[in-house]
């Protein structure tokens, strides 16, 4: 068992005063089977009104709304976990077969499935991780190529990818083969930028597993949100009326507590 | 009657001047065109009405019922009546509603099902629209112009009047208002095809026409913002943003004509918005095959409507079949709504013909056949002359505490002699639709 601060804000600065700003967040972790909530709080300026709720996938959701003129937007989402080994025991939600929005499987998963013979008698993780391996065959990490915008066939196409990319396509990957797979946002120990990785379903439980560092996930990885695809986890998302620039900035921060 | 046809072209140009239009995109361009109004209209005997009325009640209530169970239970899915892939693999199903159960638990408020009537006079339904139907304003407008124009047809006519379908959606919206707010019909704005619409409807039913800039959620409670930046609370959205625009933090994030975070008091429930978000699943072409095995699954009785002959390429029943009849079919894209995406297997060569076999052979779930119905043509005047067009009929069918069946419809009729397609985004005009009293 271990317990995980985290520290997580991102910090938007308007070029011109913008105003009428509606903003939905996802940017703190729900209970799990392995995770527990020892600490939670966010903080979000300037003031506005917020409110909290779930979405349909059980994500915890702080939405709002900024009426007033206003040059930054800022949230700080701070808090402990305590985490045991990755898995959620759950009934499937047959949703998680089936292709969606980012994971629709065109040529570029096609050639993928076509080039790797998964044998029958491998357990689930197996072929997980054989799909894996093809897959970083045919993709590189790269930042800056792809966009939030990018599909994991598109991103075949390129070839490079961040995390978001490298978990499309496992994802659609393993829906091909029969293998229930959903999407995650969260946070990895360290500091950096959010991250993303995948579930897979085997036995009434789901697992962990990174594609962007081809490995298991055993503890470490604080989850905030699932869903089909990135579509359904976007950490944060606003509008707002006003012709300005953005400049955005992200510091995140996880570190183990010592007991 | 005699006097109305002769007055056909005053009809004519009076809907012109209270802007009876649609506005159609061709070639990335936005252009506005009248809807060519007939005369003649279509008359449905009380007998057969009785009939059409109590076929429509129960399908809209077993849509109404799949619709619940889908977003929640699956029991339909569960007991094996429909294959899972039929709703997880169709873009009508929205994840985002899993859960969530809309004021009365009503989600189809308002329901346009489209009927053909065969040559042995049987009613058929071809489609259910459950989304944004459109088009009860025509007949709504064509029924005012010509009791003006011509007074003595209805007089010698017993005819059920129509001019009641705005007071029977208010009373639809007043139903599932929830906390007495008030009641907004939305619009995407005047480059919607059906603009003169959502204003004709909003100004007839008393209720305020708004535009997503008027609309602000604050506290998962959706306000309307008045005069001098008035607040005043909403209860009811009429709206006619279809679900992918209507909210851009909940769904297409690029959408200039949604309210944003309209979705989280949707969900909270202090909202009703009619029609109900997802509804796209149980107006899925697809879908359609089922609605019979509905009717029985949560009413326990036969369909009073019959589909028209559908067949399922999902099936491998059905895929033999349909791909060995091919050339008498009528073969349809799922994904594709408004009269695109239908070819008939006669028209096709060949080459087109060995395409289409492919597509069915490689995405059997994307297609559905259907047998050409040949449903009867009516009487439209062209110039002086009466000549036979074919047609169909949009019943509209209406959910509040009871389900009721607006008494008249939209009837199109197609432009050329050889088209089966009547939807006014492909030309051609519309009728009025009688039902008589006795």
Redesign the interface.
């Known amino acids: 068992m271990i317990k995980l601060k985290y520290s997580y804000t991102t910090r938007i600065t308007f070029s011109e005063n913008v105003y009428r700003h509606h903003f939905l967040l996802r940017c703190a972790p729900s209970i799990f089977d392995f995770q527990k909530i020892i600490e939670e709080k966010c903080v979000i300026s300037p003031n506005g009104t917020v409110t909290v709720g779930r979405d349909s996938f059980g994500n915890l959701i702080y939405n709002g709304y900024i009426g007033e003129f206003h040059n930054y937007f800022e949230f700080e989402a701070t808090g402990v976990v305590e985490q045991t080994y990755y898995s959620i025991k759950e009934v499937l939600n047959p949703l998680y077969l089936y292709p969606s929005k980012y994971t629709q499987p065109m040529k570029n998963i096609q050639k993928l499935l076509d080039s790797v013979i998964l044998p029958t008698e491998a357990t689930t993780l197996e072929k997980v991780v054989l799909l894996s391996a093809e897959l970083r065959k045919s993709m590189t990490y790269q930042s800056g190529v792809t966009s939030i915008q990018t599909t994991a066939e598109e991103a075949l196409e390129i070839g490079e990818g961040v995390c978001q990319d490298f978990a499309h396509s496992l994802i659609a990957l393993c829906r091909k083969n029969g293998i229930p797979a959903r999407y995650v946002s969260g946070f990895m120990q360290g500091e950096g930028f959010t991250h993303a990785w995948i579930e897979y379903y085997e036995n009434g439980v789901w697992y962990g597993f990174d594609p962007t560092h081809d490995r298991c996930i055993e503890t470490g990885y604080i989850k905030i949100a699932h869903g089909r695809d990135y579509a359904d986890c976007a950490l944060d998302k606003g509008v707002f009326t006003g012709l300005a620039q953005q400049k955005l900035e992200v510091f995140l921060k996880v570190e183990e507590q010592q007991q | 009657m005699y006097s109305l046809v002769k007055q056909r072209d005053t009809v004519n140009k009076w809907m012109e001047r209270f802007g009876v239009r649609f506005g159609i995109y061709k070639g990335g361009n936005f252009h506005e065109q009248l809807f060519p109004f007939d005369p003649i209209p279509r008359v449905i005997s009380h007998k057969d009405w009785i009939e059409i009325e109590a076929g429509l009640i129960q399908r809209v209530n077993a849509l109404n019922m799949f619709l619940e169970d889908i977003y929640n239970e699956k029991r339909i899915v569960k007991n094996g009546v429909i294959p899972?892939?039929f709703i997880?693999?169709s873009s009508g199903y929205l994840?985002?509603?899993?859960?969530?159960t809309p004021s009365k638990k009503i989600f189809s408020h308002i329901s346009g099902i489209d009927l053909v009537q065969a040559k042995d006079g049987k009613w058929i339904v071809l489609e259910d629209n459950l989304r944004i139907p459109s088009g009860a304003s025509y007949p709504m407008i064509a029924r005012t112009i010509t009791r003006k124009i011509s007074p003595e047809t209805f007089k010698q006519n017993a005819v059920f009047d129509n001019r009641n379908y705005s007071t029977m959606i208010r009373k639809a919206m007043d139903y599932v208002n929830v906390d007495n707010g008030l009641e907004v019909i939305l619009t995407p704005g005047r480059y919607n095809s059906a603009y003169f619409e959502h204003s004709y409807l909003a100004e007839k039913a008393g209720v305020i026409l708004a535009f997503a800039d008027d609309l602000?959620?604050?506290?998962?409670t959706v306000y309307y913002k008045g005069l001098f930046d008035k607040r005043e609370r909403v209860g009811v959205i009429y709206r006619r943003i279809s679900d992918e625009y209507l909210d851009?933090?909940?769904f297409e994030?690029s959408s200039m004509l949604g309210v944003?975070?309209l979705m989280?008091a949707y969900?909270?429930g202090n909202v009703a918005i009619m029609n109900a978000l997802g509804n796209g699943i149980a107006d899925d072409k697809g879908i359609y095959y089922f609605v019979p095995k509905m009717v029985e699954f949560y009413l326990g009785e036969k369909a009073i409507l019959q589909n028209a002959p559908t067949y399922l390429p999902y099936f491998d029943y059905d895929k033999k079949y349909v791909l060995d009849n091919l050339k008498t079919l009528v073969i349809k894209d799922v994904a594709e709504a408004g009269g695109y995406g239908v070819m008939f297997g006669r028209e096709m060569n060949d080459e087109q013909l060995a395409d289409i076999k492919q597509l069915i052979e490689t995405e059997p779930r994307r297609w559905i056949a259907q047998e050409v119905i040949d449903f009867i043509d009516l009487e439209i005047m062209d110039g002086e002359e009466r000549i036979f067009r074919k047609a169909d009929l949009r019943a509209f069918v209406i959910s509040e505490a009871e389900t009721k069946v607006w008494h008249s419809g939209l009837t199109r009729y197609t432009r050329s002699p050889t088209s089966f397609i009547v939807n006014s985004s492909q030309g051609g005009g519309f009728k009025d639709t009688w039902i008589l009293k006795k």
């Open positions: 899972e892939e997880y693999s994840a985002q509603c899993e859960g969530i602000i959620v604050e506290n998962d851009p933090l909940a994030s944003p975070n989280r969900a909270k």
